[in-house]
Nanobody
């Protein structure tokens, strides 16, 4: 059974930082692009950043160098370091896995809430 479990969300003041973690189980992580999406209230889910085992990174325009994504394939984990957080970054952040080798499956975590106060 595949599971993606996020942690690290919380409440932070504007300009602060948070580091999100996602532990994946039930997959061979090197076969997957791993990363993060987010969904704010009343808005569609949108890409934040994803990365492959070959370090190919896909990043949304709004990141503007404030966030970085990394992964540890020995632990099957992916991380999102978020700096210079702004109130508009408030959202539910979802861990995401998309198979890029030997298949096309996708998986989602349940999300971790990030709230940025002004």
């Amino acid at each position: 059974q595949v599971q993606l479990v996020e942690s690290g969300g919380g409440l932070v003041q504007s300009g602060g930082s948070l580091r999100l973690s996602c532990a994946a189980s039930g997959i061979t992580s090197t076969f997957y692009a791993l990363g993060w999406y987010r969904q704010a209230p009343g808005k569609q889910r949108e890409l934040v950043m994803t990365t492959t085992a070959g370090n190919e990174i896909n990043v949304a325009d709004f990141v503007q160098g404030r966030f970085s994504v990394s992964r540890d394939d020995y632990k099957s984990e992916v991380y999102l370091q978020m700096n210079s957080l702004q109130p508009e970054d408030t959202a539910l952040y979802f861990c995401y896995a998309r198979q890029i080798r030997f298949g096309t499956r996708e998986y989602w975590g349940r999300g971790t809430q990030v709230t940025v106060s002004s």
